[in-house]
């Protein structure tokens, strides 16, 4: 998830391995995404602009209201099918490049280089702004009161 606070950009990333066990859900569920926006908001301690593509649970009824209801959290979405607007697909672009021709002997292999490539990523401001910055949006966080 990139993040934009009035003072710089974040990433904050939460891999999750997807267990292929009968009833297990795979994917993040609405409720992930708020816990991830609120450690997120404890974190930076100020109010954060989220970008947010179509994906169906960044669409449910659940995240709208929470999002809705605090007003620390500015949501921008984004049209349908609109990867150059994505900032997220810039730091998958990033991970790709850096994991490529790579061959894993685990899946653990895979998350622990996966884990250093987004810290790698995280870490100097430039790349997350950059990232933003590709996107050609401008997004200003909300002035506070």
């Known amino acids: 998830m990139l993040l934009q606070t009035r003072r710089e950009s974040h990433l904050i990333h939460r891999p999750r391995a997807h267990l292929h066990l009968k009833g297990a859900r795979e994917s993040f569920a609405w409720q992930?995404?708020?816990?991830?926006?609120?450690?997120?908001?404890?974190?930076?301690?100020g109010p954060i602009v989220v970008v947010r593509d179509n994906l169906n649970t960044h669409l449910t009824a659940g995240l709208k209201r929470y999002e809705a209801g605090h007003d620390w959290l500015t949501?921008?979405?984004?049209?349908?099918?609109?990867?150059?607007?994505?900032?997220v697909e810039a730091v998958r672009s990033l991970v790709r490049g850096a994991?490529?021709?790579?061959?894993?002997?685990?899946?653990?292999?895979?998350?622990?280089?996966?884990?250093?490539?987004?810290?790698?990523?995280?870490?100097?401001?430039?790349?997350?702004?950059?990232?933003?910055?590709?996107?050609?949006?401008?997004?200003?966080?909300?002035?506070?009161?």
Do not use: K, N, S, W
């Open 32 to 45: 992930d995404y708020r816990d991830l926006l609120v450690r997120a908001h404890i974190r930076l301690d």
């Open 75 to 87: 949501t921008v979405r984004l049209p349908p099918y609109a990867p150059d607007l994505d900032p």
């Open 99 to 145: 994991m490529a021709d790579t061959a894993f002997d685990t899946p653990d292999d895979l998350d622990r280089i996966l884990r250093r490539e987004l810290r790698r990523i995280q870490l100097p401001p430039h790349l997350i702004d950059g990232c933003l910055t590709a996107t050609g949006l401008a997004i200003t966080p909300p002035t506070p009161p």
